[in-house]
């Protein structure tokens, strides 16, 4: 992801290659003459002969199947294209069609219409007042035309405009049809589109679906696409930000970095550029506003133009921004974060730290989901190969230096204490640190193909103690393989705000 990733240090050992050579001893000009002599050819070609002829006989008694004209096909041609026998005209985007009730009453709406609920129902033309501008000319010939066939070809391009016809005339099928088809194709093309469908329609399966895909990849692979990471609105980019399912690479900051990057796109609409530089002119934006205030301090989300991204900043999860002090630093010089977020959040990680510092506190143990989601750091990286590897994430993590290790389809977690390790670390003889990792495998189409999660485990690490985190399955895992960890490693604080009731938003958002 490049400058969007925080930073990572890990050490990564190379894999082996076995290289196999085919020595083919046979002269090609024996294997292509049939006539060639000796008595072992003549063999061969007998055999030849003998499979030959055994398929030969395989193929004359294996039925074949050829699709005549059908009666399906007869209907859609004489009935709905040239319009034989109809008993009503339908009009609609300045087109008519001459069809038939019977076939028509199939979809609710028209057996409404045609049972006398309605004043056009005895009509011989009915008039449809199509007021959704996503349904176009094309797509409700398709849709229509489906009620005259049993079975339809609708391209992806099409999908959304048939999926809003069908949902006009309620018929169930068609729209099972539109989402197999859109559930094959999410890409990071059309995820945002199928989003926004799917929530205008109804169909919320879909809309998990999207938002899976997009919590897998929003990190990984949409700052390689600056025009359709500007596309994601700030209603389904603060449920992603918000999901503890959400694939961070490498560290929290990463999600600030892009959520930086995300409101120039939105800010800058005719902006085009490729993707680092898009990076580097986010940055070069907000650095320029803080400077242009003239010395009065001024934040970016206490502006009016900053209301749409609100919601979005508040479930940052600002306790995780503040582990490396070249995070810190960026975070006060762009000034999109108002100090007044900020204050509570260093009270809250100084107690944290003071509490862990003097053995008050040795760890969480018993969170339950919900305040394990909410509270934990959310981690990940990228393995390309597979082999050994071997990584620390940088930043301070309140005095554990873990080390995570994948080797032979297995991932480890080390509580390391190394003198060579220059970091403050904790001595004490034992840390309670509560841990889940989920791990991805995917196609073309960054769709995931294999998913594998540890759940929520609890460990109690001594010194340099090491425990498995997750066995991964070695047919169904396919590189390259994304990593997401999340761990909670000290127990959540209540801080004065939250005893008084105070910046209750802020705080149940983050």
Known sequence: MGAVSSRLAGVVTGEGENQHNLDHGSSTNDLGNPLARGTKRR???EEDISTCNQELERLLNTPKKKKLFTTSQYIYENLFQAGRDSDVTVVALGRSWNLHKLYLSQSPYFS?????????????????NIVDPIITLDALHTTLGSLYQDEIMVEPTEVIPVLAAASLFTLEGLISQCLVIMDETVNVQTVVRYWEASVQYGCMEMVRTCHDWLAVNLLSHLPDHPARLRDIPPALMSDLVTSPDLFVMQTEFSVYVLLRLWVFLQLHPAWDGEPQEAVLQSHKYFQNLSQASKGQTEYFLEQEEAQPYLPVFRNIRLPHLINHHMDVAMLVSDRIVPDSWMSSTYYARWMTLLRLDSGIDKGPQDLDEETFNRECLRCGRTLNTDGQHMWRWTGFNSGLDLIVTYDSFRLTLKRNIATDHEALTSTHKKRHVSYRVTVVSMNDQKQPI????????????????MVTMLELDPVMTVFPL???FNFCVSTPLITPQMENGEENVDIENE
Do not use: H, P
């Open 43 to 45: 063999r061969e070609v």
């Open 482 to 484: 994304l990593l997401s």
């Open 450 to 465: 294999y998913r594998e999660t540890s759940g929520i485990k609890q460990a109690s690490l001594g010194k340099n103690e």
């Open 112 to 128: 409404s219409m045609f049972s006398g609920r309605w004043s056009d129902g005895c009509k011989d033309s009915v008039n449809i």
